[in-house]
Nanobody, 124 residues
Framework: QVQLVESGGGLVQTGDSLRLSCAAS????????LAWFRQAPGKEREFVAT????????SYADSVKGRFTISKDNTKNTVFLQMNSLKPEDTAIYYC?????????????????WGQGTQVTVSS
């Protein structure tokens, strides 16, 4: 059973930075494709970023490209999301997810395990 626990959310102002962490159960970071999704009130959960098993390749949603950076430490089974230049439209619950898929995927239905989420609120 894969377990994912997010942390690092909070209330910040426009232009500030936050770093989210996702602690995964042993072996998860190097075994599965990991990603961050987010869900704003009244909206569907959307893809934010993903990183491959070795940590050498990443992919981002256009809305966060150039501002957010996904990374991970396989030795600590932890994946991170560094968020810079935050905007009010980044306000959402951020979820960490893992999939058995061997190819890149941004489709939430293809992710097998999810964390409980961490709230990020950006005030204007």
């Amino acid at each position: 059973q894969v377990q994912l626990v997010e942390s690092g959310g909070g209330l910040v102002q426009t232009g500030d930075s936050l770093r989210l962490s996702c602690a995964a159960s042993t072996g998860t970071a190097s075994t599965y494709l990991l990603a961050w999704f987010r869900q704003a009130p009244g909206k569907e959960r959307e893809f934010v970023a993903t990183i491959n098993r070795s940590g050498t390749s990443t992919s981002y949603a256009d809305s966060v490209k150039g501002r957010f950076t996904i990374s991970k430490d396989n030795t600590k089974n932890t994946v991170f999301l560094q968020m810079n230049s935050l905007k009010p439209e980044d306000t959402a619950i951020y979820y960490c997810a893992a999939t058995r898929s061997f190819g890149w995927t941004r489709v939430r239905e293809e992710y097998d395990w999810w964390g409980q989420g961490t709230q990020v609120t950006v005030s204007s």
